[in-house]
């Protein structure tokens, strides 16, 4: 079996990769190391899946439609899951541009080259955000209503209607991935947990923003698996949520990490824009008809992660 993996390079997408190499599919991976944050990181991440002639690195921007094109018709993949994307929240409320020809733009590339090299299947990593800042939890899928508080959720729910879209054009089956709050080794460095952990190692202060905040917070492996039992599924289209479904409150993450890290200062400040106040999945429908179920627990994820941080970012 052939998967394009884009993005494949990033912290959910070398994972990915080495897990599906594993089980011996046969993967290439399209990134051009962003630069979001550190290229070198990347390159150290896909490093970490070792050896394997189980997979390709295509090295190449997926904004260059023409370039797209001839990579899908030169590979006829089976699957692609597209993970390449510009993520953050803050930084899309400085740069929303980016956003709309990243998120939106190269996923209409994605979607084209995959319409017309007849691809079968197209998973698409979407995010907890597309439900913006809702009372109600835990979220169900049909809960996101358009609604979104930031423009990083306003591309990633643009997106989805495009995969709606091409899927309609071209026929191809379509898997929405909702993620919720995605860590473990190689966390992004942009999000809370990596931020923490690199700045605890560093004997400086945190910064809290706001009280009483959750987060569904899903080990990486979980999130894996997730891609995984989705790519196998056959029939309609279905979007399905990949979460934790426990939230955590940021205060409950701290105490977590101080049982690693004795000496934490803290310091708080108010909510920034665009973040909403609790993420919690409800994963009954991934659960029910993909089989999935999550394993890591969050103290067994924050003491694995906190592990790997002590070895390689020191
Ligand atoms: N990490 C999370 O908690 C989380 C939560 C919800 C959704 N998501 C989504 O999951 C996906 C993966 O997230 P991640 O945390 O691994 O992010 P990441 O930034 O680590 O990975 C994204 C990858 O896409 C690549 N990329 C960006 N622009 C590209 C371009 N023009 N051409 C080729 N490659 C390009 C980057 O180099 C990077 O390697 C994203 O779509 C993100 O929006 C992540």
Not at 69 to 96: C, T
Not at 109 to 134: C, E, M, P, R, T
Not at 231 to 259: C, D, F, Q, S, W
Not at 285 to 300: I, Y
Request: net charge neutral.
């Amino acid at each position: 079996m052939k998967v394009i993996v884009t993005g494949g390079a990033g912290f959910i997408g070398h994972h990915l990769v080495k897990y599906l190499v594993q089980l011996e599919y046969k993967v290439y991976i399209i990134d051009n190391f962003d630069d979001y944050y550190s290229p070198q990181r990347k390159r150290k991440q896909l490093e970490s899946i070792g050896y394997s002639n189980h997979y390709q690195l295509i090295e190449a921007d997926l904004l260059q439609e023409d370039q797209v094109h001839h990579i899908f018709q030169k590979i006829k993949p089976d699957i692609v899951v597209h993970l390449a994307a510009l993520p953050g929240v803050s930084y899309s409320l400085e740069n929303p541009h980016a956003y709309i020809e990243k998120n939106i733009e190269m996923t209409v590339n994605v979607l084209k080259a995959a319409g017309i090299n007849h691809v079968k299947h197209v998973v698409f990593a979407s995010s907890s955000s597309v439900y913006g800042d809702q009372k109600n939890v835990p979220l169900m899928e049909e809960m996101a209503n358009g609604k979104v508080i930031s423009p990083y959720a306003a591309s990633k729910y643009s997106a989805e209607s495009f995969c709606q879209a091409y899927s309609h054009i071209y026929s191809f089956q379509l898997t929405i991935l909702r993620f919720f709050t995605v860590f473990g080794p190689f966390g992004r460095p942009d999000m809370a947990i990596g931020k923490f952990i690199s700045k605890l190692l560093r004997n400086e202060e945190i910064t809290l923003f706001g009280q009483g905040v959750s987060r569904d917070f899903t080990y990486v492996d979980d999130i894996v698996r997730g891609i995984e039992l989705a790519m196998k599924r056959k029939g309609e289209n279905e979007i399905y949520n990949l979460g934790a479904g426990h939230p955590v409150t940021m205060e409950e993450l701290l105490l977590e990490l101080k049982k690693f890290f004795p000496h934490m200062q803290v310091k708080q400040e108010k909510y920034r824009l665009g973040d909403v106040s609790a993420t919690w999945a409800d994963i009954s429908k991934a659960t029910k008809q993909l089989g999935f179920k999550p394993t890591v627990s969050f103290q067994e994820g924050i003491k694995r992660t906190v592990q790997w941080a002590k070895e390689y970012e020191v």
